[in-house]
Structures are given as structure tokens and as C-alpha cells.
């Protein structure tokens, strides 16, 4: 009878073991896994155009004086709980105050209609971001840095040109976003087929305005056939999967709005870039089909304080959350080394 009462208080022990676990599990939202080595609070800050961003500030575990800090943004369509979130918490394991938060129109970020992109908001959301980390305490307000990840890596280098506050910034698997809009993959778009694209997308717009609805854009599918592109069947495998899929991300669980990229074809963004004194370092895989923006975008930056690095093997998305390439110690040192 002792051994039989024994067995059931264990048993009881790990029943109760493994509700708490999933307790915990169901209040942790992120595609990552959760660390212990860091504080993790959700805040909200407004931009200048007084849309309240959302966002995660992660803090190392017991520190005292004030410290570096760092924004994070990005992929576009992706919310913080996803890359960027998994940007931050490592940042922060490594010793550095930081902030993931959803940009403007996405993710628990306020601003409508939802899902619409601005280069023009989307610089902003970074410079908002620095607002916010330079009232904290704890934050070395001269010791502020931001990544920005895939189409938020061209918006931060865009923030970095702007914002003289912006101490260092890394731009991850970077797009231009205004460039893709406006000309297509590989420049493919010529000045005639853009005429015809922006024309269909003004039409679209005066039926969204009669309609009071907004069209949709293309997105990923929901299934693949096997004929897709390779870059669309990276983005699968990391939005559409459990490997990265969130439902308040727009590439996981929805569309962009059809008429969104009418300003990303019109203000193109870097224009200023190679007036950037402050330090940039920009990462991308070797096997991304992304690379050339990378690549013409640090060919523009100016200055000894300047660094490209391809990651050998890489694609794509394995600069979202593949730890084995993302190359977090040089991410660590770079920040450590302009940061100071």
C-alpha cells in the first residue's frame, strides 16, 4: 500500500509538472523558444504620427547600471514574435537592452486599414523605437543601435540616415523594399510595365474607395505544388510551418492590402544612405536570392565603420531563426565595438 501511494503522489507530481509546463507554454506566444536568462515585459510607445507601436523590451537578469540598447524590426509581414523577438532575446542574453515591436498598420501595433506599408512610417516606427529605449533608466541613451531584418533591414538603413541617435545599425538579410515594388526581382520591371502596374493599382484603388473595402495582394500559398520558385518555398517552409507560422503575421495568416505598394513604388528609400556616419554592418547568406540589395546597398555606405558579411551557405530565411547561421557573435561584437 505505501508503494502504490508513492507511485501516485509521483504520478500526480508529473501530471502537475506537465499542466504547469503547458500553462507556461500557452502564455508564451513566440515561435522560439523562451530563455531564463532574461526579463521580458510588454510595452507600447507611440510614433510621430501617433500610431502606438507594440512591442517586447527584453532585459538581461540582474543588472544594475545603464546599459546599450537595441531596436529590432522585421521580416516585413512578420510580427516580434517571430524573427525579431528571437533577434532580441539573443541580443539580450548577450548583455544589451532590447525591443522587438510590430511596425505601423501590423501585428498588435495600432494604425488603420491594417496591413499597409510606408517607406515613409516605416523609417519612422525604428526612430520611435529609439525614442522610447532613450526614456528608459536603465538605457545609455548614447549607446543606442537597431536591426532590422529583410524589408526592415532597407528601412533601418533608411533610419540610420535620418536619425543621427542611431548609433550602429545591422541590416539582416536585407530587401529594399521601394525597389522590389517598383521594378520587380533583378530590375526586371522596365519604365512601361510600370506604368501598366501602377495604373491597375490606382484603378483598384478607386474600387476599394466606391466599395469601402481593400483588395487584397497575392500571398503565400497555402499549399505548394512543387513548381514554385525555391525563395517562395523558403518563405513556406518558415511562415506556412511551425517552424515560423503566427497567426497575427501577415505571411503566416493574411495579405498585404493590393494598393499598399503604391507608395513603396513612388519614395524610394536609401537615397541619403551614403551620408550614414555611424556604423552599418550588413549580413546576408550567400544563397539568398535576396543578396543583391545587400550588396548594392553597402556599395553606397561610406567610411572605414562600414561592413558587409555573407554568411557561407545561407539562404534567405535561414537569417530568420537558423542559429547555426545566423552569426550572432559578430552581430555581438559589432554592437559591442560602436556601442561603447
Known sequence: MKQLLVYLF?????????????????????????????????????????IILAGDLYTPKNTKAKMPAIAVSGPFGAVKEQSSGLY???????GFITLAFDPSYTGESSGEPRHVASPDINTEDFSAAVDFLSSLDNVDTEKIGIIGICGFGGFGINAAAIDTRIKAAAAVTMYDMTRVSAKGYNDSIDEQARYEMKKQLNEQRTKDFKEGTFAKAPGLPDKLTGEEPQFIKDYFG?????????ARSINSNGNWNMTSSLSLINMPILQYSDEIESAVLVIHGENA??????????????????????VEGANHVDLYDNLEKIPFDKIEKFFREYLK
Open 88 to 94: 532580441a532575446q539573443t541580443m539580450a542574453e548577450r
Open 238 to 246: 518558415y511562415y506556412k510551418t511551425k517552424r515560423g507560422f503566427h
Open 10 to 50: 509521483a504520478v500526480i507530481l508529473f501530471m502537475g509538472g506537465c499542466l504547469m509546463s503547458e500553462a507556461k507554454n500557452k502564455d508564451w506566444d513566440k515561435t522560439f523558444k523562451k530563455s531564463d536568462k532574461v526579463n521580458i515585459e510588454k510595452v507600447n510607445f507611440k510614433n510621430r504620427y501617433g
Open 289 to 310: 536570392h535576396s543578396r543583391y540589395f545587400g550588396e548594392d546597398a553597402f556599395k553606397k555606405l561610406k567610411g572605414e565603420n562600414k561592413e558587409l558579411l555573407i
